[in-house]
């Protein structure tokens, strides 16, 4: 069964940034896309970015040109780093195979907020 463990969520001021890591419990991990994604309180989960197996991306039109996702094949981590975080980002934010989706993880708060 495939497990995510998200980290390096935190509290942080708008303007600034945050680094978010994925480590992920799957065999050939290096084959999968991989994907973020956020819930905000009393709204539904939503699709942040993607990348796939190549190092192609994509993102969501409300993140794009702050957020970039990258990957550690490696080290079976997915990363994203979150620059000009707007109040609006605040969220659990998640990372699942977007085309063959498993059980989530815990995911890790994100809180924007001066």
């Known amino acids: 069964q495939v497990q995510f463990v998200e980290s390096g969520g935190g509290l942080v001021q708008p303007g600034g940034s945050l680094r978010l890591s994925c480590a992920v419990s ?13 819930q905000a309180p009393g709204k539904q989960r939503e699709w942040v970015a993607t990348i796939f197996s190549g190092g192609t991306t994509n993102y969501a039109d409300s993140v794009k040109g702050r957020f970039t996702i990258s990957r550690d094949n490696a080290k079976n981590v997915v990363y994203l780093q979150m620059n000009s975080l707007k109040p609006e980002d605040t969220a659990v934010y998640y990372c699942n195979r977007p085309n063959r989706p498993s059980s989530w993880g815990q995911g890790t708060q994100v809180s924007v907020s001066s």
């Open 26 to 38: 799957v065999s050939s991990f290096s084959i999968y896309p991989m994907g973020w994604y956020r």
